[in-house]
């Protein structure tokens, strides 16, 4: 299978270990990345502002990917669900008519053909050949799926119950860790508060980063960068503010599987976690422990 990748506007700015991870662990399950470098932002950041300038953003990326004949791996949930709703919404002739008029002055017309998947989504796709592949991890993992992962679920074909998610918790044990449950899984990294009220969003983070603690994971998974960067890069900082100390291990999704399939720390970028994995390495018996 082949996906041009869409790294989206915070992944190689700000969660890079992401990147690699996933580039590395596709490859190893002979999945195929192609880069279209005219793939731009997905248009999220305007869809409160001005509809039909954030369809015919998204409608962009979604045309250079049909000229390309080709579907779509992306790798941060915001950018997912805002060109699966563009995709949505462009089925609709009238729609359709008036953001490809936006798009003609620029030589590009969006027939509505692009496929979009979440790259968990395409692991999810590919457990089976993960498990035969992976050496099982003697890890207890908590899942986080954030706000933009399963919702809305129009838009995601009834992939999983959005109130009920199991995707991630399956892949966990997909590679022989056990999938941690504790309390308010589904609250928001707090991300989307950090410009209105810093002091609420750092709060999200530090109660769920107590939970996690408390139900005693080894290690956190997510799917989004910008969830990463609430619960790892900014971990630290958190744990200054309230008196707390957590110490939790924020892997990607690809990181994890990576590990079971064996591949190298640096192949996954852990040396770019800013928690500490050295503790979670030693507990897989790795060589090459980082800090």
Do not use: W
């Amino acid at each position: 299978m082949k996906y041009a990748l869409f790294l989206g506007c915070t992944v190689p700015v700000r969660t890079m270990a992401y990147e690699i991870s996933t580039r590395n662990v596709m490859k190893k399950l002979g999945i195929s990345l192609v880069d279209l470098e005219d793939f731009g932002c997905c248009g999220f950041p305007l869809e409160s502002i001005d509809h039909d300038t954030y369809l015919s953003v998204a409608a962009r990326n979604l045309a250079v990917a049909e000229a390309a004949n080709v579907p779509v791996m992306t790798m941060c949930s915001a950018c997912n669900g805002s060109l699966l709703k563009a995709n949505l919404a462009m089925q609709d002739k009238t729609t359709r008519d008036k953001i490809n008029a936006n798009l003609k002055p620029i030589n590009r017309q969006y027939n509505g053909t692009t496929v979009v998947k979440h790259a968990a989504r395409v692991l999810y796709e590919t457990m089976d050949t993960i498990k035969e592949m992976a050496t099982p991890l003697n890890l207890k993992v908590a899942a986080h799926y954030g706000c933009h992962y399963t919702k809305p679920s129009e838009i995601y074909e009834d992939f999983e119950d959005p109130e009920v998610p199991y995707s991630l918790e399956e892949l966990i044990s997909a590679v022989g860790a056990s999938p941690v449950p504790y309390e308010n899984k589904k609250q928001c990294c707090g991300g989307s508060v950090m410009g209105i009220d810093e002091s609420v969003s750092l709060e999200m983070v530090r109660e769920k980063l107590s939970h996690i603690k408390k139900a005693g994971a080894d290690a956190m998974v997510l799917v989004c960068p910008f969830c990463d960067v609430m619960y790892d890069i900014n971990q630290k900082r958190i744990e200054n503010q309230a008196g707390e100390q957590f110490g939790i291990p924020v892997l990607f999704l690809p990181q994890l599987i990576g590990l079971a399939l064996g591949l190298t720390p640096d192949e996954l970028g852990l040396k770019l976690n800013r928690v500490s994995v050295r503790k979670l390495l030693k507990t897989l018996g790795d060589g090459n422990e980082q800090e």
